[in-house]
């Protein structure tokens, strides 16, 4: 079975600071990847995807990733951090071989983001 | 229009009521989710429907029952709950079901305390 680990439950940066939150896969066969940001008594917002061709992938708000496959990782980053990004972060993945696991979108832990000032 | 709407916001309710959320999408998804998320933890998924078919049942407890009325709507029926139950329960939306590599739209979700 597929699944996700996000290193680090809380990271803290500063205001105009890089923002490097991390996410390993774990899949015998590379699967869809995800990221979402999650604000406080929100729903869930797609920041950026993976499913195929290039492996840097640019999102929404300033955000990329990277698909290493090499490495099994999909970290998200973003040069310069905003008071607004602070927010829960989830890497998420889904089983690209299909199967009884159709539909199904498997999260990581989180990764709650905090930016001083 | 690439809501989803979930009604009500909040819900309390007590251990002997019988209650449900409501989801609603107009973007032609054919795929619909149901998912409980707990303080502090990851969205958990319960049920896949699939063109208006249940496909996934996550062994979710036969309190917790789904309904599809049609490809616009997901209503979650709820009876005989218990304080353990209380959460976030978000529902989501998708394009398709399989694969599974487009995006799920989540809706704000509904805050529900069990007392």
């Known amino acids: 079975a597929q699944s996700v680990t996000q290193l680090g439950s809380h990271v803290s940066v500063s205001e105009g600071a890089l923002v490097l939150l991390r996410c390993n896969y774990s899949?015998?066969?590379?699967?869809?990847l995800f990221w979402y940001v999650q604000y406080p008594n929100q729903g869930l917002q797609l920041l950026l995807k993976?499913?195929?061709?290039?492996?840097l992938v640019k999102g929404i708000n300033g955000f990329e990733a990277e698909f290493k496959k090499s490495e099994t990782s999909f970290h998200l980053t973003k040069p310069s951090a905003h008071m607004s990004d602070a927010a829960e972060y989830f890497c998420?993945?889904?089983?690209?071989?299909?199967?009884?696991?159709?539909?199904?979108?498997?999260f990581g832990q989180g990764t709650i983001l905090t930016v001083h000032p | 229009d690439t809501e989803v709407t979930q009604t009500p916001k909040h819900l309390v309710m007590g251990m002997t009521n019988k209650k449900s959320l409501k989801c609603e999408q107009h973007?032609?998804?054919?795929?619909m989710y149901w998912y409980k998320q707990k303080a502090k933890k990851p969205p958990e998924l319960m049920f896949v429907?699939?063109?208006?078919?249940?496909?996934i049942n996550e062994s979710v407890p036969s309190r917790f029952s789904p309904e599809c009325p049609n490809s616009s709507l997901l209503n979650l029926h709820l009876h005989a709950l218990q304080p353990e139950d209380s959460a976030l329960y978000l529902c989501?939306?998708?394009?398709?079901?399989?694969?599974?590599?487009?995006?799920?739209?989540f809706g704000q979700g509904t805050r529900l305390t069990v007392v």
């Open positions: 993976y499913t195929t061709g290039a492996t």
């Open positions: 989501a939306s998708s394009h398709r079901v399989a694969p599974m590599n487009t995006e799920a739209f």
């Open positions: 973007m032609g998804h054919r795929a």
């Open positions: 899949s015998s066969v590379p699967p869809y």
């Open positions: 429907y699939s063109y208006e078919k249940l496909s």
């Open positions: 998420a993945v889904s089983d690209r071989a299909g199967g009884t696991s159709y539909g199904k979108l498997t």
